[in-house]
């Protein structure tokens, strides 16, 4: 029999209500709440101990509240972590995001939560879990327990895991390949697929698409600026172009972190004392001169010309490839807040 | 335009002193056979093998799959601009042995294109020749100035392929068809009140073009198809031996010069025809490297469906990665002038799968279907027989390998990519991605 543990909020944890919602985390050794549901319906995995842990604590503390989570959870030996469900509470499905995250991050056990689609939780956390589809109140708690208990018994049982839409999660962002025939589907060949798909297409019936395109975040592109000379410009590179003993530990891929380096007085990046740590390419030409993806040589020629005006005394990095979408976006946001701190007004921004 | 094939259903290959085909057995003679392989002096080493479903042998490099047939009347051969005189695919009389194909494979030495296909086990159902009887020439050749390239025109092997499925399906010439299958579409303008009420469809090909260099690309009628514009094709010269496959393309997003010839695609669509659908027939395009070179191949083959009157196209892509950008653009395009399009593609999500599934993404593109995940990992267990050499398979640069990928105890990892034929973009495909 493996073991779980559950997280819940004040209320479900039966500690009280909104003004409990400050209650700091405790690990209860017993099961708790909508645990009994869970057990009823699990055959290989059993809930045994139960998190609790106030909304608003959790919100306005998050470090510090998943940090003392993360601490009660040591050394405790549990295969599967269980959230809420936290319905269409959106406090509620911010604390179940942050924890699984952090717990899998910490113990790589699998973590399931269940929140409903209007809750903001699924948008911020669904590609680092699985979040089942909930109910939008808490009359939903007895459906919503019950399917993440059998896809947690599927995952103790070692079972075979099915298609995001077949089980009842909201889709990962993962795609894998499988033959219909596998999930108990007419293998249909592709050609017959396409084509039935286009009748329905041509007569306006419903059809499903079997590659949907993901929603794209497209930025709209700036207004161009009047006089290049009269501002301050910055450097951003995701070449990954770094100080030769890459002092912010960024990743060579998957990047989460960036750094920003001092660039004053240099009439371009001297090798070695710069490099790129970005895995996505041959590095040997970057290595060898690294303006050749941050093109300061160059800048300063400009500058000389009288071609561009100031230029920040420092340039920005990280490293592109793999880098999730979210990562990205996060830490796009953060370098701009820098460069906007420091007056930098336009940026050049070189891939690789 | 009638395209007429003459099938006969193939229940067993076996070698023996006269090549003939009588009763569902196929009956090879080896020397005669293999003589017609080393017709071409640079080949320096073949020998045959026959290959049944379950039969627990591995092929690699598989370089190509034929279909084995004759002409019977219209061309005067198989492959027109080929091996045979130019002259119209699109009509006649073929005879062709049905249920099983010709395998062409590298004795040696492989390359970036080439794919490994097994006959038994849990991976016999990832391409459909491993539910064919297939004949299997394993051979290698004297092409040192490619020996140790990556990329190989595979010229000699593949040419083989060809002669070698002609001279067996010669041995059909005269025997009467167990079946008859009749293909047939009418001129565009010259179709019936009815069918023209229904909804009109054209197919878009496109076959992979995307090398410079000559020698590597699909060939039409004999021609480069990197060297053209779109352009309008009669289905009956597809399934009629017009096309060629290329050598090129990484494997599991390849259409063989099988598929061209028995595109599935075309075949439902034809049979849809005058019933759900006025097909209009193929707009031939093709994959390009330049981005201006895409868009003018994307705005030809939309104006040339839009004034064909088409309502709807299926787009079928012969690759993954840069000529998705192609893929997206056509279909693009041709929405925008209003045609409804379904794509059929297979997907690069990643071993993580959480890579975007196609390099160019469109939210017009709304109707697509998944033939598969190019790198999707693959473990295989060792195979008792290897036709070919497995080594080839991590050692010269095989798409979906990687030096150390085969263990020394024969077993092997890869990435589906090199699968010979696996994804089927010609439309044979039984799986897809689903997300997770």
């Given amino acids: 029999m493996k073991k779980a543990i559950l997280y819940l909020n004040q209320f479900f944890g039966q500690i009280g209500g909104e003004d409990k919602a400050d209650f700091e985390p405790v690990l209860e050794d017993k099961p708790i709440g909508s645990a009994g549901i869970f057990n009823g319906i699990a055959k290989n995995v059993k809930i045994e101990q139960t998190m609790i842990c106030g909304d608003n604590f959790m919100a306005s503390h998050t470090d510090e509240a998943i940090e003392r989570c993360l601490k009660l959870l040591e050394g405790k030996k549990f295969d599967i972590f269980i959230a809420g469900p936290a319905f269409n509470a959106g406090r509620y499905g911010n604390a179940c995001g942050q924890i699984c995250k952090a717990v899998h991050e910490k113990f790589n056990v699998p973590v399931i939560t269940s929140m409903n689609v209007e809750n903001p939780g699924v948008e911020m956390f669904k590609r680092d879990m699985y979040i089942f589809k909930g109910g939008n109140r808490a009359t939903a708690i007895k459906q919503d327990m019950t399917a993440m208990a059998a896809f947690a018994d599927k995952i103790a049982g070692g079972e075979k895991l099915l298609p995001a839409d077949m089980e009842g999660y909201f889709p990962r962002g993962i795609r894998h390949e499988v033959f219909l025939e596998d999930l108990g589907m007419e293998p249909v060949m592709a050609c017959d697929r396409a084509v039935d798909m286009l009748l329905a297409k041509l007569k306006g019936e419903e059809y499903v698409t079997e590659l949907p395109i993901p929603k794209q975040d497209l930025v709209p592109i700036a207004p161009a600026v009047k006089d290049i000379r009269k501002i301050k410009v910055g450097l951003v590179t995701s070449g990954g172009i770094v100080p030769r003993e890459n002092p912010d530990r960024i990743e060579s891929a998957s990047a989460t972190k960036w750094g920003k380096y001092n660039i004053a007085g240099l009439d371009k990046l001297p090798a070695p004392e710069f490099k790129t740590i970005h895995a996505g390419y041959d590095p040997e030409q970057a290595d060898k001169n690294p303006n050749v993806v941050e093109p300061l040589d160059a800048i300063r020629a400009l500058q000389k010309e009288g071609k561009l005006g100031e230029v920040d005394d420092f340039f920005y990095a990280t490293v592109g490839t793999g880098t999730t979408q979210g990562e990205a976006a996060r830490m796009g946001r953060e370098i701009a807040a820098d460069l906007r701190s420091r007056g930098v007004e336009a940026v050049i921004l070189t891939s690789t | ?436």
């Avoid at chain 2, 090909?205 to 480069?224: A, D, H, K, R, S």
Wanted: net charge negative; aromatic share 8%.
């Fill in chain 2, 1 to 436: 335009m009638k395209l007429e094939i003459g099938k006969f259903f193939v229940k067993k290959i076996e070698f023996g002193s006269k090549t003939g085909y009588a009763n569902g057995v196929l009956t090879i003679n080896k020397e005669e056979a293999l003589a017609k392989v080393r017709e071409d002096e640079h080949i320096t080493e073949a020998e045959l093998h026959i290959v049944n479903p379950g039969d627990m042998v591995r092929l690699v490099p598989v370089k190509d799959a034929y279909e084995m047939r004759c002409r019977i009347e219209g061309a005067k051969g198989v492959y027109p601009g080929v091996t045979a005189p130019l002259e119209s695919a699109a009509h006649g009389r073929i005879h062709a042995l049905k249920d099983a194909s010709l395998l062409v494979v590298g004795k040696h030495w492989g390359s970036f294109q080439d794919g490994l296909l097994d006959m038994g086990g849990e991976y016999q159902r990832n391409t459909i020749y491993g539910a064919m009887r297939n004949l299997v020439l394993v051979a290698d050749t004297d092409e040192e100035f490619e020996r140790h390239e990556q990329q190989k025109t595979n010229h000699a092997l593949r040419w083989a392929g060809f002669r070698l499925s002609e001279y067996v399906g010669e041995c059909l010439r005269d025997l009467k068809p167990e079946e008859m299958e009749s293909w047939e579409l009418d001129a565009v303008n010259r179709r019936s009140e009815s069918v023209q009420k229904l909804p009109s469809v054209v197919y878009v090909m496109q076959p992979q073009t995307q090398m410079e260099v000559p020698g590597f690309n699909t060939l039409i009628y004999g021609w480069n198809a990197n060297h053209m514009l779109p352009t309008y094709m009669h289905p009956n010269e597809v399934l009629g031996g017009a096309v060629v496959s290329g050598s090129f393309m990484p494997c599991s997003s390849k259409m063989s010069t099988f598929e061209h010839c028995n595109n599935p695609t075309i075949k439902r669509l034809m049979k849809d025809h005058g019933k759900t659908i006025n097909f209009l027939g193929v707009i031939m395009s093709n994959l390009n490297v330049v981005m201006e070179q895409k868009v003018r191949m994307a705005i030809m083959v939309a104006q040339m469906a839009k004034n064909l009157g088409a309502d709807g196209a299926i787009v079928a892509e012969e690759g993954y990665g840069n000529p998705d950008v192609d893929y997206i653009q056509v279909l693009v395009e041709l929405e925008k002038v209003g045609v409804k399009t379904v794509g059929i593609s297979n997907e690069c999500t990643g071993r993580d799968g959480k890579s975007q599934p196609l390099v160019a993404l469109d939210s017009t593109a709304t109707a697509l279907t998944s033939s598969g995940n190019v790198s999707q990992l693959y473990n295989l267990k060792p195979m008792p027989v290897v036709l070919g050499e497995l080594e080839s398979l991590a050692r010269d640069g095989l798409s979906g390998g990687w030096e150390g990928c085969v263990k020394p105890d024969g077993s092997a990892v890869l990435e589906n990519n090199a699968m010979f034929c696996s994804d089927h973009p010609s439309g044979f495909s039984v799986k897809r991605c689903f997300d997770f």
